[in-house]
Structures are given as C-alpha cells and as structure tokens.
C-alpha cells in the first residue's frame, strides 16, 4: 500500500520572489492614489497631535508658574526658596522673546526691519542658487558621460559664472548676520540704558533689591550674547526651512512623493529620539553665565577694599574665594563639554550617516522599481541620463539632509538663546519692578518680625516744596531694621540743621529719603524736588575726566556755559577754598602721573589746569578731595545740602572757609556731624538716641557749648572722685 506523501515547505526561489515584489509593486501602483492621500492625512493628524500637546504642556507650565508666584507672595513679597526660573522652550520663552523683538525692531520702517528683509532676500537667493547648481552639476555629467565636449565646458564656464553670485550671496549673508547682531545690541542696549540709569534704577537695583547681583555682566555681556544669538538663528532656522521645502519639493517630483513621506517619517522619528536624549543646553548657558557673572564680580569686589584686604593680609582667603569661584565655574563648563561630547557622537551618526543611508534608498526607488513620477524629471533608462538625474537628486539629497542637521543644531542654538533670553528678561523685569517701587529684598536682623514686615510694606505721602518735612515717617535701616517708628521735624529755607546720634540710628536713611533714593514707607514727607538737595559725603566721588568736570560733575560743559560760569569763576572757587594750585598742574611725560607747572607758560599765559586729566582719587589727598566736593558744592548753588562729615579731612580755617561761603550763597545746610565746630553754624538740631527716640528742638550753640564744657569739668572731677576718696583715706589711716 502506498504511502500518502506529506507536503513539504520549500524556499521560496528567486525567480517566486521576484514575482512577490511584482505583484505587491503592481498592487501598489494601482492603489497608490488611495495610500498616498492616506500617508498625507497621516501626517496631517500627526502635525495636529503634536500642536494640541505642545498647547497642553503650555498651560501645565503656564500653572505651574502660577502656583509658585502663589507661593512667593505667601512669603512676604520675597522670591520662594525652591523656585528656580525655568529655561525652557515654553510660553514664557516667547513671551519674554516677543517683548525683547520688539525693542530689537521696534518697527517695519526701522533700520533692523530693512535689514532683516535684506538678509531674508539673500537666504532665498541662495536657496534658489543652490538648487540651479544642482541641476548643472547633473547637466555637467550627463555631458561628460556622453562625452560631449564642447557642451561640457560650456556648462562649465557658466558654472564658474554662476558662482560669483553665489559667493557674493554668501558673503552679504555673513554680513548681514553681523551687522543684525550689532544693530540688536545697539537698540537694547541703549533701551536698558535709559532705563538703568533713570530715576537712579542702578542705585535701587544694588541697594533695595537682591534678585540682580551683576548687572554689569547682564547688560555688557548677556545682552551681547544675546543678539549675535539671535541674528545667527534667523539665518539657522530659515535657511533650512527653505531648503527643506524647495529641494525636497524638487525631489518629490523626481522620485515620487511617497518614497519622500516615508523618508520623512524616518527622519522625523530620528529627531524625535535625539530630542528626547539632548540635554538642556538652555539651563546650562544660564548657568554657566551665572557663574561668570559671580567669578567676575569676585575680582571687582577686591578691586574694590584691595586696601582693607592687604591691611588684614587676607590674600590667602581671598585667593580660596576666587579658587572657589573658579572651579565651581570650570567643573560646570567640564560638565557641559562632557554632554555636548556624547550629544555631538549621536547627533553625528543620526544626522551624517543614517540621514544619507535614508537618503541613498530614496534615490534607488526610481532605479529598482516602477514608480510614475514626473515625466520631464524622472530618471531616464539611458545611463547619461540616469546619472544626470542622480547626480541632481544626490545633490539636491545632500542639501536636504545638510538642512535637517542645521534644524537638530539649530536646537541647542534655540536653547542658548532661551538662556540668554531667560537672562536679559529677568534684569527688564527687575527693572520694571523698581520702577513701581516693588521690591524684593532678603531682609536681615528682626525684619522678620511682623510689625516691622507691616511697616516695610506700607507706602506713605511724597510731596514736593521749598520746605523739608516728616510727618510720623518710619525711618528704615538697609538690612530692613526699623529704626525709628515715627519720625517729625519741619524746617524751611535758611533753617540750617545739626544732626546728631550714634551709628546705626538712622541718619543715612534719612538722606537716602531725602535724595529720592529710597522710598517713603509711611506717613508724609515734604521735601523739595531732587535737583534743589546736594548731598556731600565724608568721601566725595571723583569721576574720571578733566579737574573742571570734577567740580562740574554731574553738568557738562554745556550746562556750565547755560549757567554763564566761566573757567574764572572756576578758578576763583578753587583759590578761594585753597587749593588753586592745582591749576598749574600739568600731564607729565607719564600719562598717569601729574607735576606742577612753572607759573608762566611760554606765551606768557597761565597754563589751564582745569583741562588736565587724572585719576583724582589717587592724586589728591583725602583733605583736598573734601574741597573739590565743596567746590561742587558752591557751583551748584542748590537750595539745601546733605553735609556727611565732610569736613573730617579740613583744618578747621579750611571749615570755616566752607560754611561762611555756603550760608553766604544761601544754600541751607543739614549737617551730620559730632564736631562742635560745627555747632555755630546751625540753628536746629536733630538728635537720635539709637533707642528709636529722636529730639528736634532749636540749637543755642553758645549755651550748648558752655554747658559742654561744664559737663566735661565735671566728668573730669567725677573721675578724679576714686583718687580723692582713696587719698583722704590714707590721711586718715596715716592719722591714727
């Protein structure tokens, strides 16, 4: 009996294969219309989902920003511990970057407007260049494989004609980018600027608030930063874009649009998988330049009290707070080069070799298989034209790709920017809050206190006049101290005032009220406009410049001429407070040092040494800087004056000198002082006890001073009880 035979799976043959492909190409191409409309809405849904969860990410962030201003006003006004600004590509990224756009190109008729249309113009140039390029590279090897000559070079003469345009494209490109950058920084410069140094914002932003600790860094480096950042992603971002949808357009008509969706697909899936691994380059760069700022103002600060610091010898703990500053810097740049190593290795081998391996499967579709695609470019069965059209799509392959990995790069460009975005917004927000008279500030001592958190935050009346009054005015020391609750006292023109007390017990915020430096925390203040009050400390400031702007400073020479004050009345000044030697002083052959000059010039003129340039604070003694602070003084001529111990450097004729001629100009004088020199020249006085009690009451200088005196007599005598005590007692025992 026979044996049923069992079936047997075998191989499927070349040849079965072969057929297999044929059958699914020709299924393909009959319901390609179908597949293709499919692939399109795909993508179509896709693009909508990722819209929809970008929004969604948004408002998460958006809340989660809400919760912690929530919880920064639940303590006090002061920024919250935990919160740190967020650098991410959010809501407030745009946000922050739409209000500096707007500073950067405040219009479409302004100068950066133009220029920005210009450089659009050439980016689309070059797009377009380098798409007719491709095509004659095709044409040049269809000619070479054809082995036509003639034709050959006179594609390639035009080739080289072509590119000088193309270069000239490239280089206006660069140029534009540059002079985007310094025109940017231009315009926010000067806006930060005019607001840094109006309505003293650059003393508030130091002394009120903490949330700036290097400004300087912010507005010289961070906002330079910031705009060739921005200028250099306008040209990143576009330029791919366009040779995205122009090359990949030209592809698509040259080997079918399918094969370019799911090369795209491909392409896309990459990029969304090095998104995910690419670390935040954004917090970095913020960080980074934190730290920057920090090390940088480290070096300022010993600058600064170089003096103290070497009085102390404490160079070996200053080298260990830069050492420190140094490496915290230096370990966090380590940190980034490590991740930019492994990111740049992925990012390599995605966008370099996977890209082009996809790319090169593109290009054989139309070789191995039938698929209909435009009849005037798809690759012709002849092999010149074959290679013509290879050479094209390879080219146009290779701008495409070149364009996906300038848009994956051009993410960590976007991610600096945010950081340096991040940073320049947070100093206009600061700013901004200022200038409302919002601070926030990390109190010490017993401002943590409720009251005096309820006197902090309080505001009171601010009234301009020609007279000076406090009505129940807290005076408030810097670390946040309430020193004295209720502070009242009037005077008017020519009610010369002494102020006296221990340190600490509030006469310096009582001038920085006065100055308009710090803000009226309750009760009324009348007081006149900030130009009418000069205020002298014990160590005036000497600006860099001429010796006729020291005494003019803050006026310029235009301002002097208005006021009609000529050099004369300068030198008078000068003499007058005994230091009109200093107008025969001269440059020496040494730009930084200064000798006197003989009494008559060449020309038989006195030299005007109101023109020679020093660095003052190093040239003149601590008593000569004092009268060139008074000689401001009598130049200005203001209706009050703040004098802060600025006659402890002065003999007392030079003293004498100072009031006598202040009085005589009719400035009225508030002085702080313990001198009783002083007590002669003032009519009033305001006394604090340090306690949070003050006395204002009209000055007897003759009566105070004898009684003085009679308070040191007896001092003296209290002192000398012991010995007499002790004296009378070994007479007694002596006695005995």
């Not at 650098?87 to 920005?116: M, Q, T, Y």
């Not at 798409?131 to 095709?138: E, M, R, S, T, W």
């Not at 160079?315 to 420190?324: G, I, Q, S, V």
């Not at 005032?497 to 915020?509: A, E, M, Y």
């Amino acid at each position: 009996m026979a044996v049923p035979s069992l079936p047997v799976r075998l191989p499927l043959s070349n040849r079965s294969l072969k057929q297999l492909l044929s059958d699914l190409s020709s299924l393909y191409l009959r319901h390609r219309t179908q597949i293709s409309r499919t692939a399109y809405a795909a993508l179509f849904l896709t693009l909508i989902y990722r819209v929809r969860h970008a929004i969604k990410e948004q408002k998460a962030a958006t809340a989660q920003a809400a919760q912690a201003r929530k919880r920064a006003s639940a303590t006090g006004g002061r920024p919250d511990a935990t919160a740190k600004r967020r650098v991410e590509l959010d809501r407030e990224f745009f946000r922050n970057l739409a209000k500096l756009l707007r500073i950067c190109i405040p219009g479409v008729w302004s100068r950066e407007a133009r220029l920005l249309l210009q450089h659009s113009f050439f980016l689309v140039t070059r797009t377009l260049l380098s798409l007719y390029i491709a095509k004659l590279d095709g044409q040049l090897v269809n000619n070479l494989v054809r082995g036509k000559a003639k034709r050959f070079l006179k594609l390639l003469v035009w080739w080289m004609l072509v590119a000088v345009p193309a270069v000239f494209t490239n280089s206006m490109l660069n140029w534009h980018q540059t002079t985007l950058a310094l025109a940017y920084r231009t315009r926010l410069t000067n806006y930060i600027h005019d607001k840094y140094l109006n309505n003293m914002t650059f003393y508030t932003l130091s002394a009120l608030d903490d949330r700036i600790k290097n400004a300087d860094q912010l507005i010289v480096v961070d906002v330079s930063k910031f705009s060739n950042s921005l200028a250099d992603l306008y040209s990143s971002l576009t330029k791919p874009v366009l040779d995205l949808a122009i090359n990949s357009w030209s592809i698509s008509r040259s080997v079918g649009g399918e094969a370019f969706i799911l090369a795209s697909v491909a392409v896309h899936i990459s990029a969304l998988l090095m998104r995910a691994v690419t670390p935040p380059f954004g917090k970095y760069v913020a960080e980074e330049t934190k730290l920057e700022g920090e090390f940088r103002f480290q070096h300022t600060r010993l600058i600064d009290y170089s003096e103290e610091v070497a009085l102390y010898y404490g160079h070996d703990a200053e080298r260990d707070t830069l050492d420190k500053g140094y490496f915290t810097l230096i370990k966090h740049v380590n940190r980034i080069l490590r991740r930019k190593l492994w990111h740049g290795v992925m990012e390599d081998y995605v966008v370099k070799y996977c890209w082009t391996a996809i790319g090169f499967l593109l290009i054989s579709v139309p070789v191995f298989f039938r698929v209909p695609a435009n009849v005037n470019a798809g690759l012709g069965p002849k092999a010149a034209g074959r290679a013509e059209d290879l050479i094209t799509v390879r080219r146009l392959l290779v701008n495409c790709s070149d364009a996906f990995g300038k848009l994956m790069f051009s993410y960590k460009d976007v991610s600096q920017l945010a950081g340096y975005t991040s940073r320049v917004s947070m100093l206009l927000e600061v700013i901004a809050d200022t200038e409302r008279g919002h601070f926030e500030k990390a109190l010490v001592s017993s401002a943590s206190t409720e009251a005096n958190a309820v006197v902090l935050a309080g505001r009171g009346e601010l009234e301009e006049s020609d007279d000076i009054q406090f009505l129940d005015v807290p005076i408030v020391s810097p670390n946040g101290d309430v020193l004295v609750r209720q502070l009242s006292f009037h005077i008017g023109p020519g009610d010369h005032l002494l102020i006296v007390g221990p340190n600490g017990c509030g006469k310096s915020s009582l001038f920085r009220i006065l100055g308009g430096l710090w803000p009226v925390y309750g009760g009324k203040v009348r007081k006149p406009a900030s130009e009418d009050i000069f205020y002298i400390p014990q160590r005036p400031y000497l600006s860099k410049g001429t010796l006729r702007q020291q005494i003019l400073y803050p006026d310029s020479l235009l301002d002097m001429r208005a006021r009609r004050i000529t050099d004369q009345d300068l030198a008078d000044i000068l003499q007058k407070l005994g230091i009109g030697y200093l107008l025969e002083l001269q440059n020496s052959k040494h730009s930084a040092e200064l000798e006197l000059a003989p009494v008559e010039s060449r020309s038989g003129r006195t030299p005007n040494g109101l023109d020679v340039e020093a660095e003052w604070t190093s040239v003149l003694s601590n008593g000569d800087q004092q009268r060139i602070a008074a000689a401001r003084l009598f130049y200005h001529r203001p209706k009050y004056a703040i004098l802060d111990e600025c006659t402890s450097s002065v003999t007392a004729e030079v003293e004498k000198i100072m009031y006598e001629e202040a009085k005589n100009l009719g400035i009225t004088l508030m002085t702080v002082s313990h001198r009783r020199s002083l007590w002669r020249y003032h009519g009033w006085i305001l006394q604090f006890d340090g306690q949070g009690g003050h006395v204002f009451t009209k000055l007897d200088a003759e009566k105070r001073l004898a009684l003085e005196d009679e308070r040191e007599e007896l001092e003296i005598k209290i002192r000398a009880v012991p010995e007499i005590e002790k004296r009378i007692a070994e007479l007694e025992a002596g006695g005995q």
